[in-house]
């Protein structure tokens, strides 16, 4: 079946702007995390999804950051008034929820703000 | 905090060696540890998985040991190939639903 999709791939945009990530999860799959990788950089939690409960987001690095998930399947990470130490690859997974699940990540995209 | 600690440096082998990879973790002992691959330009791909209670856990040419004492689990690939060449990264879960990622060794398998 299909694996976890991220959208878009690349995205450029200039510094102030706000721009959104679409991650597509398993389907059935009841978790979902967003990550940040910066070059040479371990995986950053960011903000973590389960079904219906509310999320966790002790992550996020600021309240410029901020995510959604609607109807328990698909998510959106949204930046605003983007910086330049915001540049990262920005991954989602989503597992089916148990701690010691496996978990399926996107391709990830690619953020450059300019 | 638990950290989980992998050696920055690239690990420089030749084909057909066994490559050894290193995490350690700083503070209490992980109910799971995990170990995955990624590729440049890709998302990490599940590898495997071994529980704390587990000494050592195989699959094909893929070994990964648990030492509780030493707070330290090895991965080993037997047979390398330079296919096998890529980050490999340590995550540590089980105390909460997040898991906590190393940085990643970077493999680099020489024909």
């Known amino acids: 079946g299909a694996g976890v999709s991220q959208s878009p791939s690349n995205k450029v945009t200039e510094k102030g702007k706000d721009v959104e990530l679409r991650c597509d999860p398993i389907s059935g799959h009841t978790a979902l995390y967003w990550y940040r990788q910066s070059l040479g950089q371990g995986l950053e939690f960011l903000i973590y999804f389960q079904g219906n409960s509310a999320p966790d987001k002790s992550g996020l690095p600021s309240d410029r950051f901020s995510a959604e998930r609607t109807g328990g399947s698909v998510s959106t990470l949204t930046i605003q008034r983007t910086q330049q130490e915001d540049s990262a690859v920005y991954l989602c997974?989503?597992?089916?929820?148990?701690?010691?699940?496996?978990?399926?990540f996107g391709p990830g995209t690619r953020l450059t703000v300019l | 905090s638990q950290k989980i600690e992998q050696n920055s440096e690239a690990l420089n082998i030749q084909e057909g060696k066994t490559a050894t990879l290193t995490c350690n973790y700083t503070n209490y002992s992980p109910a799971y540890l995990q170990w995955y691959r990624q590729d440049p330009g890709r998302g990490p791909v599940f590898l495997l998985l071994i529980r704390e209670n587990e000494k050592e856990k195989r699959k094909e040419r893929l070994k990964v040991t648990f030492d509780t004492t030493l707070k330290q689990s090895l991965f080993h690939i037997t047979a390398s190939q330079p296919a096998d060449s890529a980050t490999y990264l340590c995550?540590?879960?089980?105390?909460?639903?997040?898991?906590?990622f190393g940085r990643g060794t970077s493999l680099i398998v020489h024909p």
């Open positions: 997974a989503s597992s089916l929820g148990n701690s010691a699940d496996t978990q399926y």
């Open positions: 995550a540590q879960s089980g105390g909460s639903y997040i898991p906590t």
